[in-house]
């Protein structure tokens, strides 16, 4: 399942939020996403979880959770169209 965390901190890293999300399960990958011209986070990233159940907890229990803080959005990613 491929993951939405926004809302988070400029300061956060693809490792830090990595370690996060490994509590609750397999981590595929993680892509906090960057602007082009200034090489800042953008405030939010991508995660993908192998383990859609545990993509699902890890969703449950850390929307709306400070990290760093900030309140984080976390929900399900949806395609873009």
Known sequence: MNIY???LNYRVREADLQQVMEDYGAVTSVKVVMDRETGRSKGFAFVEMANDEEASKAIAE???AEYEGRTMVVKEARPKF
Do not use: E, Y
């Open 62 to 64: 850390l929307n709306g």
């Open 5 to 7: 965390i926004g809302n």
